[in-house]
């Protein structure tokens, strides 16, 4: 399929909400799947050095 022009590319037969939500919320998901684990990651390092303060200073 080919568009005479950008703005009929962005709305693509009137499916452009649809199509561009849709790349939006994959998005979005992909992009929770690699911050999630990065900040799960840091947080339990910040933990664990908490602990080992905790428990050197006892």
Do not use: K
């Not at 452009?16 to 979005?28: D, M, N, P, T």
């Amino acid at each position: 399929m080919s568009f005479a022009s950008f703005p009929e590319f962005i709305v693509m037969g009137h499916h452009g909400l649809y199509v561009w939500s849709a790349y939006g919320i994959c998005l979005l998901v992909l992009a929770i799947n690699v911050v999630a684990p990065w900040r799960a990651r840091r947080r339990y390092l910040q933990e664990e050095a908490r602990r080992l303060r905790r428990e050197s200073t006892s």
